[in-house]
C-alpha cells in the first residue's frame, strides 16, 4: 500500500533562514510526487511536481528514491511563505488518486 | 474561469438534521474529488467520481454520507443525520488530467 508520510506537524523558521519540509513515502512503484500549498484564507493549489522539475516561488523538491523522500526545500524563507503544506503522491494505477500527507504547517517568523 | 464553485460557504446546522453541499467543477473536467478537512485528520479524499461515476467511495466515514453527480457539471455531498462530529471544512477539486488537482474554496461545516 501506498503512504505519505510529513513527520513534522509544525515547522517554524526566522525569515531569511533556510527550510525543509520533510515528506517520505512508501510505494513499490514509481510514484509521481506533488506539493500542494494552502496560504491562509485561499484555496489549496498546487507548488510544485516532481516531473517538471522547476523552481516556483524559491522552492525545490527533489525526489529520492532511494530514500523515498521529496522533500520541500528553500535557502531563504519569507513571511510570505507561512502556510500549511502538503505532500501527496499519485500511482498511474490509480487513475486519478491522490495520496496525501497530513501536511506541515509553516510560519515564518519576521 | 471562476474555477471550482462551492456552495454554501459556511454552513451552521443543528445535530440531526440534513445537511447538502454543492460542488460546481471546472469545465471539461473529468475527474472530481470530495474531501473533508480537519485539524486532527488533516486531509482525507472522501470519494472521487470519473466521468460522472463513482470510482473509489473508501474514505466514506458511514452511511450518512452520500455523495451523487448527476451530470458533469454538477455533485452533491449529503450527510444526513449530521452530527457534532461532522463539523470539518468540506473541500471539492476537479482535474482534467489524473492529478492536476483545482479546489474550490471550501464549505465550513458546523453541527452543533
Known amino acids: 500500500a501506498q503512504r505519505v508520510t510529513q513527520p513534522e506537524k509544525l515547522l517554524s523558521v526566522f525569515k531569511g533562514a533556510p527550510v525543509e519540509l520533510k515528506c517520505n513515502y512508501s510505494y513499490s512503484g514509481s510514484p509521481e510526487l506533488f506539493w500542494y500549498v494552502q496560504y491562509s484564507r485561499q484555496r489549496l493549489q498546487l507548488l510544485l511536481r516532481?516531473?517538471s522539475r522547476e523552481s516556483i516561488k524559491g522552492f525545490t523538491a527533489d525526489l529520492n528514491k532511494g530514500e523515498t523522500s521529496f522533500h520541500l526545500k528553500k535557502p531563504f524563507a519569507q513571511e510570505e511563505d507561512s502556510a500549511m503544506y502538503y505532500c501527496a503522491l499519485t500511482r498511474g494505477s490509480t487513475l486519478g488518486r491522490l495520496y496525501f500527507g497530513r501536511g506541515t504547517q509553516l510560519t515564518v517568523w519576521p | 474561469d471562476a474555477g471550482v464553485i462551492q456552495s454554501p460557504r459556511h454552513e451552521v446546522t443543528e445535530m440531526g438534521q440534513e445537511v447538502t453541499l454543492r460542488c460546481k467543477p471546472i469545465?471539461?473536467?473529468?475527474?472530481l474529488f470530495w474531501y473533508r478537512q480537519t485539524m486532527m485528520r488533516g486531509l482525507e479524499l472522501l470519494i472521487y467520481?470519473?466521468?460522472?461515476?463513482?470510482?473509489?467511495d473508501s474514505g466514506m466515514p458511514e452511511d450518512r454520507f452520500s455523495a451523487k453527480m448527476p451530470n458533469a457539471s454538477f455533485s452533491t455531498l449529503k450527510i444526513q443525520p449530521s452530527e457534532p462530529r461532522d463539523s470539518a471544512v468540506y473541500f471539492c477539486?476537479?482535474?482534467?488530467?489524473?492529478?492536476?488537482?483545482?479546489f474550490g474554496p471550501g464549505t465550513r461545516l458546523t453541527v452543533t
Open positions: 467520481f470519473n466521468n460522472n461515476v463513482p470510482i473509489d
Open positions: 477539486a476537479s482535474s482534467r488530467r489524473a492529478y492536476e488537482q483545482y
Open positions: 516532481h516531473i
Open positions: 469545465s471539461g473536467h473529468d475527474y
